[in-house]
Every structure is written in C-alpha cells, then in structure tokens.
T-cell receptor, first 108, second 112 residues
C-alpha cells in the first residue's frame, strides 16, 4: 500500500543553519508528493509540492525534489530562521498517506 | 474570504457520551476529510467524502461516523466516546482529488 516514512525525532538547529528532513515513500504508480507545515496552534498548510519525477517544488526558501529512482522527497532549506520552527509533514497524494511529522526547533 | 472552520475548538467530555465535531467550508469543495493527530502517529485519516451523500472509511474509522447532507458540512460523530479518542481532530477540504488540502484550525477533544 501507500506509505510515507520520515526521519525519526525532532530536529534542533541554530539560526542560519542548513536544514534537511528526509522523506521516502512507497506507492504504486506515479503519486504526487507534498510537504505541509504546521505552526504552533494552527492547522496544516501546504508548503510545496511536486507532481512528477524530477520536479522541484519550492516555497519560502524551502526546496524538495521528486526522486523516483530513490523514492524520496527530502526537504531542504539553506538558512533557517526562528520563524521556521514548526512541524513538517511529508504526504503522498494528499489524503492517502502522511508521514509522522518532524518537529523543527530553530534556536536564535 | 473562503475558509474552513471547526467547532468547538476545545471539548471535554466523559466516556460513553456522544460527541459531534462540526466542520464547515465555504470554498464549495467536493472533497472533505477528517484526520486525528496524535504524538508518535502523525496524521491518520478517519473518514472522507467526495461529495454529497458520499462517505468512506479511512484507516482509523472504528468508533466514528460522518454524514454529508450538503457540500459545505462534514460533521464527525463519536457515538460513544472512549479515552482512546482523546486527540486533536482536523478537518480538511480540497477541490481536486490530488490537489492541495486546506485545513481547519483543529478541535482538541479530551475524553475523561
């Protein structure tokens, strides 16, 4: 079936550091891939998406590339800010599967 | 502006009571979803609907029901609340099957 695996545990890093959150998936066919972000006390909102292999989604300085050969969609940002502190979810064709989420804490 | 609203935002109830969480969206989206969010489990799909009179079970549907009598609303009912249903519940909608999901702000339910 469809599933998404995100790296375990929270991520704590200093302001201006490089952020990577790993996401791998299992799916039949050619799914669309998404990253959602949840700020404290809020619902989830779409951060970026990619609908086919080799597509790169980008928004707010975040990027993720749809890699069919490695079934991955890793999220990256070159220089994080305190305001990026949130929980990040990788998702497969939306409702079908969400990863467990990663809490990101950026320290000034 | 179009939006999706959930009510109540916070609810405390007792084991065995019936509880209904409301979800209302003004985008005229056909697709609506209910998730629960728990530490260590992420988001899990409870029920979803692709249109009026259509409802489908998700991965954790036991103990929950939904009905879709109009496009705007998808209420979630817990027939007999259990402590295991203490969670944060999110409603979401989308206009396409693989399009962006728009989430409500969540309803925190505590079952004592």
């Amino acid at each position: 079936g469809n599933s998404v695996t995100q790296m375990e545990g929270p991520v704590t890093l200093s302001e201006e550091a490089f952020l990577t959150i790993n996401c791998t998936y299992t799916a039949t066919g050619y799914p669309s891939l998404f990253w959602y972000v949840q700020y404290p006390g809020e619902g989830l909102q779409l951060l970026l998406k990619a609908t086919k292999a080799d597509d790169k989604g980008s928004n707010k300085g975040f990027e993720a590339t749809y890699r069919k050969e490695t079934t991955s969609f890793h999220l990256e940002k070159g220089s994080v800010q305190v305001s990026d502190s949130a929980v990040y979810f990788c998702a497969l064709n939306n409702r079908l599967a969400f990863g467990k989420g990663n809490q990101v804490v950026v320290i000034p | 502006d179009a939006e999706i609203t959930q009510s109540p935002r916070h609810k405390i109830t007792e084991t065995g009571r019936q509880v209904t969480l409301a979800c209302h969206q003004t985008w005229n989206h056909n697709n609506m979803f209910w998730y629960r969010q728990d530490l260590g489990h992420g988001l899990r799909l409870i029920h979803y609907s692709y249109g009026v009179q259509d409802t489908n079970k998700g991965e954790v549907s036991d103990g929950y029901s939904v009905s879709r009598s109009n496009t705007e609303d998808l209420p979630l009912t817990l027939e007999s609340a259990a402590s295991s249903q203490t969670s944060v519940y999110f409603c979401a909608s989308s206009d396409r099957l693989v399009g962006e999901l728009f989430f409500g702000e969540g309803s925190r339910l505590t079952v004592l």
